[in-house]
């Protein structure tokens, strides 16, 4: 047991409902020093920071927004069990002004577990611009616990607020013995005689069943609400979050409007990123000419000179050019949702993934998988269910990310120059398609772990901060960069090594280890039209990023490393080694045959599991090898050649 | 027509019209998260509105709106206001009228609440 009044710093948590502004105020309490890990055994965000107001200093932990404690949900299990076991020195309860008789039922909820409890009353100024006049000493009075009106978003009432849990920590301290037992709400109106239990290990009696504790709770809430808060005169028939969705959620625009939020995502990720990702791609390559040069006069090795410019050096590179676009897409991601239209895009997409047997939350994922999959696949975590999750994340690389688009076009100008959007687009359709399929047989083999129900609340419309949008995004992306940036490096290490290994062999040429795998592999890839070595040393190298497979192609067949995808003598070499249909099965190999190693790392972080990431790179593998079979044979049997 | 204002399931609702939650007969989980948010028995709550494919539908309760699926929404037990439809029932029925699996549990259930 964790008994608190031996910890030596005290512990502030802050629970609340979603969009209540919780996480406003949690920024806003600790700035820049937090801490993003998991909870323990799951993967939901657990967010640490610390705070220090007058001399005094406080670990603050957010927990999951939740509606309530009593269920067995993930989240709600989570917050009550850090209550309850961790035994925080004060809870804090950000509550939304505008929505009182929900939150209330937190609260009390919260006061039930007879924890100390201080309350933000957050978004004051809302509720006050919507004409709600909260009493908040008869608020307080008949909670029995301190009140502090907030403003989070901007920081107003924090310094109030952050005396407030001191000063209960401190009282609490004093008291140890109160503290940490036989507490009773003080709660002060009561709609029934029967108060809730106070072992803080069960929220609710047994003798209680679940249902009559809420219905008894939000009876509560709603007598509170009635007596301290005063409506003004009626507000509009139509709030303007209403007036919104009558547009955002119309039968006929909603989809436009959501296929033209989703392309201005992209548009912002990958044109504002493709510059800055272009720029540091030349100054790492200019990094790398430099140090190969300083190394050369002080006398270096070749072979330490190679391995440090061409391996690390240019395995950071590749590393800080996938930055930009995770930044920005985060920041987009970020933004969506502050403003409130993940929600409504949840919902409307709910029937198209239904149709494979994911939640209307999945589209997320497939969307950003366009871009590229490992930013789909962190995206996968905005889902309940770890079924949903997981199916997700193994057909995310199903979806064409940008990265595999050079080598379409390389194909397409090189054999179908008039069809070139045609031949791409299918390639993108296919995708899709697989995606679904794949989606589809998964989800019937993989049991539900909760059965999949589409509840979500759609929050009012707001304007987002951009400071808070900011903090999300950097945390998201900082968290990336730290977990895939060393799984890259050794990945390009590695086939830095194979390709120039053994010692002696030009690099990159049949004996080197690179061109002797593809040599082997090469007879597998026969019946798809391709057997040749360096097609297969293509594809291991494209399993690194699929980018390089047309790099690869380019130094096998000798027109340098940085030829661009129309280069002649590239188009020209590949004309004479594939077919038409030979290269239309290359293409769709390209498409499914192996996630990249990034997106491998983040399968293998996202679902925490060997096996599933081992069928990740194994079932696109055989998919993949299959259809350019299917492909090839087919042609051939119609008499394509 | 006349036996509308006999308990429905929340989806049984018309567009825009209001009714009083009766009961919540879903599973366990469910249950449990719907009260959570609010949907408890007494609870006043109105149709809101349906996601452009049928499904999922939008319901307003405490000053909330929370988004809900057709199969969800039918284990929940609502007695309607009479006359509270602001718009006109034609256009319930039209968005009714599109039955997936979900909702044709919910008609077959609708149609033993009102004893059809």
């Known amino acids: 047991m964790n008994d608190s009044s031996i910890r030596a710093i005290p512990v502030i948590a802050i629970a ?49 927004g939740t509606y309530g404690l009593g269920s067995q949900a993930l989240d709600e299990t989570i917050a009550r069990d850090f209550i309850t076991r961790e035994r925080p020195d004060v809870v804090v309860n950000v509550v939304d002004s505008t929505n009182l008789e929900r939150n209330l039922y937190l609260t009390i909820q919260l006061l039930d577990l007879g924890v100390p409890l201080v309350m933000a009353l957050n978004m004051f100024d809302e509720a006050k611009a919507l004409g709600l006049d909260i009493d908040v000493k008869e608020l307080s009075k008949a909670l029995g616990a301190e009140i502090v009106p907030t403003v ?57 069943p679940y249902g009559l504790a809420t219905e008894r709770r939000y009876k509560l809430a709603a007598e509170i609400v009635q007596s301290v808060v005063k409506t003004a005169a009626d507000g509009p028939a139509e709030s303007p979050s209403q007036r919104i969705d009558r547009v955002v959620l119309n039968p006929w625009l909603a989809y436009p409007i959501f296929f033209g939020v989703v392309w201005a995502m992209f548009q912002f990720t990958f044109s504002l990123s493709a510059p800055v990702a272009g720029w540091l791609g030349g100054a790492i390559g200019a990094f790398g000419g430099w140090v190969a040069r300083a190394m050369e006069i002080a006398g270096a090795p070749e072979v330490v000179v190679a391995f440090l410019v061409d391996g690390i050096i240019a395995g950071l590179g590749a590393l800080l050019e996938f930055a930009p676009p995770i930044f920005l897409l985060f920041f987009a991601i970020s933004f969506l949702e502050d403003i409130g239209y993940m929600a409504r895009a949840a919902l409307i997409s709910d029937r198209l993934m239904g ?25 996968a975590r905005s889902l309940d269910s770890r079924r949903d999750r997981l199916v997700s994340i193994l057909v995310n690389p199903l979806i064409s990310c940008s990265a595999r688009l050079p080598v379409y076009v390389l194909f397409a100008s090189a054999f179908f120059p008039r ?39 759609l929050p009012p419309y707001r304007m987002p901060r951009i ?27 590695v086939v830095w090594a194979l390709s120039n290994l053994p010692p002696g062999a030009a ?27 360096q097609a297969a040393a293509a594809l291991v190298f494209g399993a690194i990023a699929k980018e390089l497979i047309v790099g690869t192609l380019g130094v096998l067949y000798g027109s340098g490393v940085g030829s661009a995808p129309g280069s002649a003598s590239l188009v020209s070499a590949i004309q004479a080694n594939w077919t038409p249909l030979s290269a239309y099965a290359f293409l769709v190999m390209s498409l499914v045959y192996m996630p990249c190693v990034a997106t491998i790392a983040a399968i293998r972080r996202e679902t925490g599991s060997r096996a599933w990431t081992a069928f990740a790179m194994a079932y696109p593998l055989v998919l993949g090898w299959t259809l350019a079979v299917i492909v090839y044979q087919a042609g051939r049997l119609i008499g394509l050649a | 027509m006349m036996n509308d204002d006999r308990p429905t399931s929340l989806d049984g609702l018309d567009l825009g019209e209001r009714g009083t939650i009766i009961r919540i007969g879903c599973p366990g989980p469910l249950r ?59 256009r319930g029925r039209h968005r009714r009228g599109r039955l997936n699996a979900a909702s044709r549990r919910t008609r077959v259930f609708r149609a033993e609440v009102s004893g059809h």
Not at chain 1, 420 to 441: H, I, M
Request: charged share 20%.
């Open chain 1, 16 to 64: 609340g409902n979603p969009n209540s502004g919780k996480t406003a105020l949690f920024n806003a309490i600790t700035g820049a020093r937090q801490h993003v890990g998991n909870w323990p055994g799951v993967t939901v965000e657990k967010k640490e920071g610390r705070v220090a107001r007058g001399g005094k200093s406080a670990i603050v932990v957010d927990l999951p």
């Open chain 1, 152 to 208: 989070a978003v901007r920081s107003q009432g924090v310094g109030e607020l952050l005396d407030a849990a001191f000063a209960a920590i401190s009282t609490r301290t004093a008291e140890p013995d109160s503290a940490t037992q036989d507490r009773k709400p003080q709660y002060s109106i009561e709609s029934n005689t029967s108060v809730g239990p106070h072992d803080p290990a069960e929220l609710h009696d047994p003798a209680e």
């Open chain 1, 355 to 379: 149709a494979v047997g994911l939640h209307g939350k999945a589209f997320i994922p497939m969307i950003l998988g366009f871009g590229c999959n490992v930013t789909g696949i962190l995206a």
């Open chain 1, 419 to 457: 069809r070139r959007g045609l031949v791409v687009f299918s390639l993108y359709a296919l995708g899709v398609v697989l995606a679904a399929l794949v989606a589809k047989v998964l989800s019937v083999f993989i049991k539900p772990d909760v059965s999949s129900t589409f509840v979500m609340e």
């Open chain 1, 467 to 493: 400071s808070g949008v900011l903090i999300q995004t950097w945390e998201r992306g900082r968290e990336f960069l730290h977990k895939a940036g060393t799984v890259i490096l050794l990945a390009v290490v």
């Open chain 1, 507 to 533: 690099p990159g040429s049949p004996e080197s280890l690179i061109g002797r795998i593809g040599g082997v592999m090469a007879p597998l890839l026969k019946p798809a039209g391709f057997g040749r070595w």
């Open chain 2, 32 to 90: 449990h998260r719907l009260m959570d948010m609010g949907l408890t028995p007494g609870t006043e709550v109105r149709l809101e509105g349906v996601a452009p494919l049928g499904d999922p539908i939008i319901v307003s309760a405490r000053g909330c709106r929370l988004g809900l699926r057709r199969a969800e929404a039918a284990g929940i037990t609502v007695s309607p206001w009479p006359d509270s439809a602001r718009t006109d029932r034609c």
